[in-house]
Every structure is written in structure tokens, then in C-alpha cells.
């Protein structure tokens, strides 16, 4: 076990937890309960959590191996991608790769992950932890989670983030709700973090109370 990660590790455990988004210490606490060598995720956006996923994972692995996907520079590209997916504005590539490049074994990917997700998953038959935050229009999620589906097996484990408890509007449009509500209680073990975030959505001009949900196959 590697002592100093740990360390941060428990303090950002803390942090978040007494701040306003509480749900990423269930994230953090999935990775470190579940132990991954090999890291997804989707919607890199600063690269802040990618740091914290990898340094989570190397408390018991020396060597992780992550892919990043998210559109990056070409996001900016897109017309009215904000409100198509309700997505913040990411780095660009090389911006992300200088502040993680030192983390070592990193494969960031750009484009649409309706393509690159896709292509990615015919080629890598396991991978262990998977967090999808990319775009968050159900047309998005939903093809995510399709191509993550084919990627994972009874060890690996799944976290989508921005499950909606309210906004019954945005419900149908927006988020994983859709897809968390249609998967078999029989083939995953599904589960939510105790309590919600609730901030204030200025795009849609609501509050929103969102969770984050862990998905493994059992």
C-alpha cells in the first residue's frame, strides 16, 4: 500500500464530504474499495478527477492504466453543444495531458464518444472501473453506457454521475435516470450515494438535487 496516497486519498475523502458535492467521496470510495488497474473515464473536462481516480487506484497498483475521452478543443466546435448536453466547457488536449502526463500510462481520446467509445470497446475486452460524466443528454448516456456494456464483467464496476431525484422535466432529456431505472435488478447490483448535491442549474434555471450511481454486474 502506498502510505502518502493514501493520505490524500482520506483527505479528499473528508473535503468532499463536508463540501457541497459530497457525491465524489462515493467515487473516490468506490475506486478505492474496488481496487482498478485499468480506469474509463468519460468527460475529462479539467482533468482534476482523473488525477484523483489514478492516485486513488495506486494506493494498491503501482501501474493503472487510464483512458480519457471527452471532445476537448472540438467542444467548442459544436453549436448549442451546452445545451444539447449540458455539459461545462473541458481543456483542450494538450492542456490536459501537461497537468496529467506525470501520472504516466494515460491515453486521452477525442470525439464523439457515440464513435470513439465505440471503437474503443471492439478493441479492449476487460476494463475494471468505468465513470461516465461525459454528456449528459440521454441519447449520449444511453449510447455510454451501450459501449461500456460490452467492456466490464462481475469485477468491474460502473459510476454514472448526475442522477436526477428532481426536475421531472429535465428527467426525460437529461442524465442516467433512464437508463439506471431500465437495468435488471437480477443481472446488477445497483447503488446510489446516501445524499444528494444540490446546486443551482444555470442553463435551465433550476436547482438541481443529483447522485451518483454504481452499477456491477453480479
Known amino acids: 500500500m502506498n502510505f502518502f496516497l493514501f493520505l490524500k486519498f482520506f483527505l479528499r475523502l473528508i473535503r468532499y464530504f463536508f463540501s457541497d458535492t459530497k457525491r465524489y467521496s462515493f467515487l473516490l470510495w468506490q475506486v478505492f474499495k474496488n481496487k482498478p488497474k485499468s480506469i474509463i473515464e468519460v468527460g475529462v473536462y479539467n482533468g482534476r478527477r482523473a488525477i484523483e481516480l489514478i492516485e486513488t487506484a495506486k494506493i494498491f497498483n503501482k501501474k493503472i492504466n487510464y483512458y480519457g475521452f471527452d471532445l476537448f478543443e472540438d467542444f467548442y466546435k459544436k453549436k448549442k453543444m ?43 475486452k476487460k476494463v475494471d472501473f468505468v465513470f461516465l460524466d461525459g ?57 446510489k450515494n446516501e445524499t444528494g448535491d444540490i446546486f443551482f442549474d444555470k442553463y435551465f434555471n433550476v436547482n438541481k438535487k443529483i447522485f451518483m450511481v454504481s452499477v456491477k454486474k453480479k
Not at 111 to 122: A, C, Q
Not at 139 to 157: A, L, P, Q
Open 82 to 124: 451546452i445545451e444539447k448536453e449540458s455539459s461545462k466547457f473541458p481543456l483542450s488536449k494538450k492542456q490536459i495531458e501537461r497537468k496529467i502526463n506525470f501520472l504516466k500510462n494515460i491515453k486521452l481520446i477525442k470525439g464523439n464518444t457515440r464513435i470513439t467509445l465505440l471503437k474503443f470497446s471492439k478493441k479492449i
Open 135 to 191: 454528456g449528459h443528454s440521454l441519447k449520449t448516456i444511453k449510447s455510454d453506457w451501450k459501449h461500456t456494456e460490452r467492456m466490464i464483467s462481475s469485477n468491474s464496476i460502473v459510476v454514472f454521475d448526475d442522477y436526477y431525484e428532481t426536475i421531472d422535466n429535465l428527467k426525460d432529456k437529461f442524465g442516467c435516470n433512464k437508463v439506471i431505472d431500465s437495468l435488471s435488478n437480477k443481472k446488477y447490483v445497483i447503488s
